[in-house]
T-cell receptor, first 114, second 113 residues
Framework: DTAVSQTPKYLVTQMGNDKSIKCEQNLGHDTMYWYKQDSKKFLKIMFSYNNKELIINETVPNRFSPKSPDKAHLNLHINSLELGDSAVYFC?????????????FGPGTRLTVL | AQSVTQPDIHITVSEGASLELRCNYSYGATPYLFWYVQSPGQGLQLLLKYFSGDTLVQGIKGFEAEFKRSQSSFNLRKPSVHWSDAAEYFCAVGGQAGTALIFGKGTTLSVSS
């Protein structure tokens, strides 16, 4: 069984559209994350949730809204997509949310905005 | 502010040769340091991490890293590289509860036969 899964793997869409990326972890972890990896492979945290509560919210446009229906799921909804949103988005999870925890990453979702 | 620098963007090593990937960090207190590997089309996988104690840390896949406080470095090494080691390698630093890991920009490793 995949520990951290994301759907879809690829997402191609037009500017202005709204899209969602789903993430699920079956590790029983309390904390989940969304990272953005740009075209230069630079990886940066976007959000972090611990037991469905937002604990990290980096400087991300309001068009990005994470939603955690339960601690095994963390979805990312993006409104009014822009060209600059094209990137690979990674979901991750960790046991407690302490920075000392190992973070387990999903395979990524490659978003292309045309 | 915390930061991580990986000075080498791309390194090519012959199969069987030794490898060292450099990582320098900037952090005011005791850093918590990580190396992750990203294979093509995959997510990141933890290779090893350092919190305290022995400054030479062993990880998976035959990798090790040495923490040198005086040099603010945490270089990754492997004595003999295999073709399957070709990937992107990320160094990361974390230091405070409630803060996220800060990743370096990565080093692409190519392995030649």
């Amino acid at each position: 069984d995949t520990a951290v899964s994301q759907t879809p793997k690829y997402l191609v869409t037009q500017m202005g559209n709204d899209k969602s990326i789903k993430c699920e972890q079956n590790l029983g972890h309390d904390t989940m994350y969304w990272y953005k990896q740009d075209s230069k492979k630079f990886l940066k945290i976007m959000f972090s949730y611990n037991n469905k509560e937002l604990i990290i919210n980096e400087t991300v446009p309001n068009r990005f809204s994470p939603k955690s229906p339960d601690k095994a799921h963390l979805n990312l909804h993006i409104n009014s997509l822009e060209l600059g949103d094209s990137a690979v988005y990674f979901c991750a999870s960790s046991q407690t949310g302490l920075y000392t925890d190992t973070q387990y990453f999903g395979p990524g979702t490659r978003l292309t905005v045309l | 502010a915390q930061s991580v620098t990986q000075p080498d963007i791309h390194i090519t090593v012959s199969e069987g040769a030794s490898l060292e990937l450099r990582c320098n960090y900037s952090y005011g207190a005791t850093p918590y340091l990580f190396w992750y590997v990203q294979s093509p089309g995959q997510g990141l996988q933890l290779l090893l991490k350092y919190f305290s104690g022995d400054t030479l840390v062993q990880g998976i896949k035959g990798f090790e890293a040495e923490f040198k406080r005086s040099q603010s470095s945490f270089n990754l090494r492997k004595p003999s590289v295999h073709w399957s080691d070709a990937a992107e390698y990320f160094c990361a630093v974390g230091g405070q509860a409630g803060t996220a890991l800060i990743f370096g920009k990565g080093t692409t490793l190519s392995v030649s036969s």
